[in-house]
């Protein structure tokens, strides 16, 4: 992969390179790298998995920090999403601070997603929705266990969970969720088209 890929840099003369997500960054930056493109840009978007991996694995860590250390070496400009991300790079010497950008989120319109006051229910019992991925690392076993804790103390607020089930290793399993849906600790529609309208 990594051989084709630089074949494929050298063939078409590149002047800049800009990767993005995990393997891409890795694979493409030493690819860049060895085909001689001098202008190499990156973007880390959060390291999901990886970071319960190098907490838990000290052989996964090394790993990462070589692969790192190695693609990124001498880059131009590393923009970051996630303020964590930045500084776990910065600490771990894998950039110097001259070489990192800070972007924040990306890829959300705003206007979009901001409700007509006339569209927001008023009166209505406080509600906590979480939308995203059943993904741990997304944090929804925490959203479930703080669901369940605060529903103790206040039964009348609230809990909708939006999403669905992912292949990912590191998915929620059903029966894991189903034990919060059956107590009726949390609402779950599921995958839904009108996103919008739950948070409105």
Do not use: H
């Amino acid at each position: 992969e990594l051989y084709d890929l630089t074949k494929k840099i050298k063939k078409i003369d590149a002047d800049i390179s800009l990767c993005y997500f995990a393997k891409p960054v890795v694979i493409g930056n030493i690819a860049a790298m060895m085909s001689g493109v001098k202008a190499r840009f990156s973007i880390i978007e959060g390291l999901g998995n990886s970071r319960r991996s190098i907490e838990n694995s000290f052989v996964y860590k090394l790993l990462f920090i070589a692969a790192y250390k190695i693609a990124l070496i001498r880059s131009s400009k590393i923009f970051f999403t996630n303020r964590e991300d930045l500084s776990f790079f910065l600490t771990k010497k894998l950039i110097n601070k001259n070489q990192s950008v800070y972007w924040g989120g990306i890829g959300v319109n705003l206007k979009y997603w901001s409700c007509d006051k006339a569209f927001i229910a008023q009166d209505k019992p406080l509600k906590f929705i979480m939308s995203t991925r059943l993904l741990k690392s997304k944090g929804v076993l925490i959203y479930l266990k703080a669901a369940e804790s605060i529903k103790r103390k206040l039964p009348n607020v609230e809990f909708i969970l939006i999403g669905g089930f992912d292949d990912n290793p590191s998915s929620v399993s059903e029966d894991d969720l189903r034990y919060y849906v059956n107590k009726e600790i949390v609402d779950w529609p599921g995958n839904v088209n009108n996103v919008k309208e739950y948070l409105c």
